[in-house]
């Protein structure tokens, strides 16, 4: 009887040992699986119409590198989209641009992202308006919750270069970080698109992307 106990002792034990292999194993594959994914946002505002130097265009200069940018890190897009929108005509807009400066106006704009959560990190896109970023803008970041959040500028306008403005975007959208960005002269997205890809492409490469 009572080699019959340790005999039985002992399989159990075997059994459990053979389990805890298992077990640890499945654990050990659940992980692998469990690394959070982090998914990517590309939010911009652009404007289609009569522009800076390209006459009249039907998809605005940032839109067409967001969609780059889009592209290649697999990201969702947000337009933010004012509810009143700009003149068509470039001089027109730049009178409107220049008085909501003037009055640090937070335009409304037409929505704000759904599940804002699932995203760590957001590509804002924006076109330069009077050295700064367009008003609209202010309203999309500070109206929602972008603690956590990683923030990565990208701009374009009539140079290559980006204003210094933002470097104030933590200041707007509260308690996120802000990744070095990228200038991109509007006209070459849309006659030099070839080029500007590259250039994407490499900023976002040497970002990890
Ligand atoms: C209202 C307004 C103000 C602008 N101000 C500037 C500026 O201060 N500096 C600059 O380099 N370009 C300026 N531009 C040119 C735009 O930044 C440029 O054309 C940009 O690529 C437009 O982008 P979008 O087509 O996505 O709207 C301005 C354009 C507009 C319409």
Redesign the pocket.
């Known amino acids: 009887m009572k080699k019959f106990f340790a005999l039985l002792i002992a399989l159990a034990a075997i059994w459990l040992a053979g389990c805890g292999g298992i077990t640890e194993k499945k654990d050990a594959s659940v992980q692998a699986q469990a690394v959070p994914t982090s998914k990517i946002l590309v939010a911009y505002?652009?404007?289609?119409g009569d522009?800076?130097?390209?006459g009249i265009?039907e998809k605005?200069?940032?839109?067409i590198a967001a969609e780059m940018i889009a592209k290649k890190t697999g990201a969702d897009m947000f337009e933010i989209k004012p509810v009143k929108e700009?003149p068509f005509e470039?001089k027109e807009?730049?009178e409107?641009?220049?008085q909501e400066k003037a009055e640090n106006a937070r335009p409304e704009i037409v929505s704000y992202v759904k599940n804002l959560d699932q995203y760590d990190v957001i590509f804002l896109g924006?076109?330069?308006?009077?050295?700064?970023m367009?008003m609209p803008v202010y309203t999309f970041l500070e109206n929602q919750d972008f603690r956590g959040k990683t923030i990565i500028p990208f701009?374009?306008?009539?140079?290559e270069?980006m204003t210094g403005k933002e470097s104030e975007i933590s200041d707007h959208a509260r308690g996120s970080k802000v990744r070095e960005g990228i200038g991109i002269?509007?006209?070459d997205?849309q006659d030099k698109p070839d080029a500007v890809r590259e250039k994407v492409n490499n900023w976002l490469t040497g970002l990890g992307y």
């Open positions: 505002f652009s404007r289609a522009n800076f130097e390209v265009i605005g200069n940032t839109k700009y470039y807009c730049t409107v641009a220049k924006y076109p330069i308006f009077w050295s700064d367009p701009c374009t306008s009539a140079g270069y002269r509007g006209k997205c």
